[in-house]
């Protein structure tokens, strides 16, 4: 540790083609915090390094902090492909009368990114993430970057609770998640149980709307 944050220091000193040094190292270190459990400095160094905002001190506890976990941005180009970002904006985001904190991705890699990478950027799974506490609901916000047909399971979310046991939830296209490109008000396959919680107009001739974040 105190090799890493050396190294930190002395890449941040330097000049700017130190850039990617000190991204590699601030993601070393980030990532022995969290083996460690000091998370809160984890989200610190793997935020800087990523370019992600800070969390917003006003924050309420009851929104759980991803910082640590987040691999890529909003500002990220997906597929290489110029301008194809992620829309949602950031911040504390009340949505459909809930409230998010909202920063950065946490990106898996399917078949469809796979493909057109050159390279493998996201993880299949992304374990661990500490809940630490009581809950009567869990509000997930999220979406695909390419569409499926509906009733597919795109991916799963397990929770492992307290007392050993687990829970497995499916993701289901086009009732748990959607395309965030999706175009039209109810997007390809036509209308989904669940709630689309934030839409943009896309600029240009012919606006459509970009369906994000399924509740």
């Known amino acids: 540790m105190q090799a890493l944050s050396k190294a930190v220091e002395l890449a941040a000193a330097g000049p700017a083609t130190n850039g990617d040094t000190l991204t590699a190292t601030l993601l070393t270190r980030a990532a022995l915090l969290l083996r460690l459990g000091r998370l809160e400095e984890a989200a610190i160094d793997n935020c800087r390094a990523r370019k992600i905002p800070a969390r ?10 991803l910082g640590p976990f987040y691999n890529a941005a909003f500002t990220e180009e997906m597929a290489g492909t110029a301008g ?8 504390l985001l009340e949505l459909d009368g809930v409230q998010f904190d909202v920063r950065g991705l946490v990106q898996l890699s399917g078949s469809e990114l796979e493909r057109v990478l ?6 299949t799974s992304v374990p661990g993430i500490p809940l630490k506490g009581r809950f009567l609901r869990l509000h997930c916000l999220g979406a695909t970057a390419w569409s499926e047909p509906n009733g597919k399971i795109v991916g799963r979310c ?5 007392d050993g046991q687990k829970a497995e939830l499916p993701m289901v296209y086009g009732r748990d998640v959607r395309d965030y490109w999706a175009v039209g008000p109810q997007g390809p396959g036509g209308p989904a149980p669940a709630k689309v919680v934030w839409t943009r107009p896309e600029p240009g001739p012919a606006p459509c709307p970009r369906l994000a974040a399924p509740l």
């Open 56 to 65: 917003e001190p006003q924050a309420p506890p009851n929104l759980l902090d």
């Open 84 to 91: 194809n970002v992620w829309p949602l904006p950031t911040g």
């Open 118 to 123: 050159t390279e493998r950027r996201y993880p």
């Open 158 to 162: 397990l929770v492992h609770y307290s």
